[in-house]
């Protein structure tokens, strides 16, 4: 196994970007965020590429944001890309968690949402908080049978991840459930409320989202453009974008809150708190 965060590879069509951080459940820290970046740049800027399929190596697509791992770079400068504002390392308090996350987490997810051609996610095993994000974020999701979901992240006093599209892609009654009890729910759930597109034996996972990608990789190209803007662009006039703005807002004032009365913006719970918590 590569020891790149990302890695990226084409078969005919079909560019495969793979989160690589199997040994820490593909935990997203910045050098992984601006590595998917870099690599989602690539296939769009590649005529030859007609569709994307985002994986994570090993059991898990990804446990989310990385609060914990030896290779926590949240303290590290990267340079810009999602959004025009200044660089978080030199700030303090709200203003350097609003940077950050304005930058690593809404906008990037935001950029990625936007991109062209057509993504598929291609999830096994934990795909919670963080790991929804990117989910999220692809036009269509396949999942094998193991599969899990989740936003725990109220446990932390926080009402929901940075990109909030839980009402969007789950439906607002099951959106409260989820947000409420900050439990998992599975593949055939998912399935039943719409959130994912197919579920498949884990290991059929690979050959069917690969088969689904070549057959959405023979329509035309731009026609797919226009199609995926189309469909943004209605999910955002019944108030996606404009919710996740306000919302995103409150996020930052849980953050805030978390940290005067704690002196810790994630309310006291680590990664290995918050993955007894799950369980």
């Known amino acids: 196994m590569s020891d790149d965060v990302v890695l990226y ?5 079909v560019a495969i970007i793979t989160m690589n951080r199997p040994r820490y459940r593909n935990a997203q820290n910045s050098a992984m965020t601006y590595a998917l970046d870099s690599a989602f740049t690539r296939a769009v800027d590649d005529d030859e590429v007609a569709v994307i399929v985002l994986a994570g190596a090993g059991e898990h697509f990804s446990a989310g944001h990385d609060i914990g791992t030896p290779e926590r770079d949240a303290d590290t400068s990267f340079p810009r890309r999602a ?36 993504a598929v996610a291609m999830v096994q095993g934990a795909c919670v908080a963080g790991g929804l994000m990117l989910a999220w974020v692809c036009d269509l999701i396949v999942a094998a049978e193991d ?18 599209a839980h009402p969007w892609m789950l439906g607002p009654r099951f959106a409260r459930e989820v947000l409420f009890t900050g439990d998992r729910f599975g593949a055939r759930r998912a399935y039943e409320i719409g959130m994912v597109n197919r579920i498949v034996p884990r290991a059929a996972l690979e050959t069917e989202t690969l088969a689904l990608a070549a057959r959405i990789a023979g329509m035309p190209p731009f026609g797919l453009a ?54």
């Open 147 to 164: 599969a899990f979901f989740a936003d725990p992240v109220l446990r932390m006093g926080i009402p929901g991840v940075e990109y909030f």
């Open 226 to 279: 226009l199609a995926k803007r189309a469909v943004n662009l209605c999910e955002d006039q019944m108030g996606m974008r404009a919710g996740m703005d306000g919302v995103f807002g409150l996020h930052h004032v849980a953050h805030s809150h978390n940290a005067e009365v704690s002196a810790d913006p994630l309310g006291g719970l680590d990664a290995h708190a918050m993955k007894r918590a799950a369980e």
């Open 9 to 13: 590879e084409r078969r005919g069509p």
């Open 83 to 118: 959004v025009t504002w200044w660089d978080h390392t030199s700030k303090a308090g709200a203003d350097r968690r609003y940077a950050r996350e304005t930058e690593v987490y809404l906008g990037m997810c935001r950029r990625w949402r936007d991109i062209p051609k057509p």
